[in-house]
């Protein structure tokens, strides 16, 4: 049986996700377009935010603790900076 703090959560995971997809829906036509610079723009504006909502939701509907920002430490494509 789910509890409702579960079911909670899940919805919110849902809710995060269809917000990430809408930016993805958005991104797709621009690079498409050649539009590159715009596209690069969403991805990295609104683009993180939504991805890294939706993944903090989806750790918090499975009872996981947040994760640590790759992006916090100025690595600026979630990789770790180098000698570090």
Request: a negative charge; aromatic letters at 4%.
């Amino acid at each position: 049986m789910v509890s409702e703090q579960g079911r909670k959560l899940f919805e919110e995971f849902k809710k995060s996700r269809q917000e990430y997809t809408q930016v993805l829906d958005r991104l797709v036509p621009l690079a498409q377009a050649d539009k590159d610079a715009e596209a690069m723009a969403l991805l990295n504006g609104e683009g993180k935010k939504a991805a890294l909502a939706e993944q903090e939701a989806g750790r918090r509907s499975r009872g996981e603790g947040a994760a640590p920002d790759p992006f916090q430490h100025g690595a600026t494509d979630g990789r770790p900076e180098a000698g570090g």
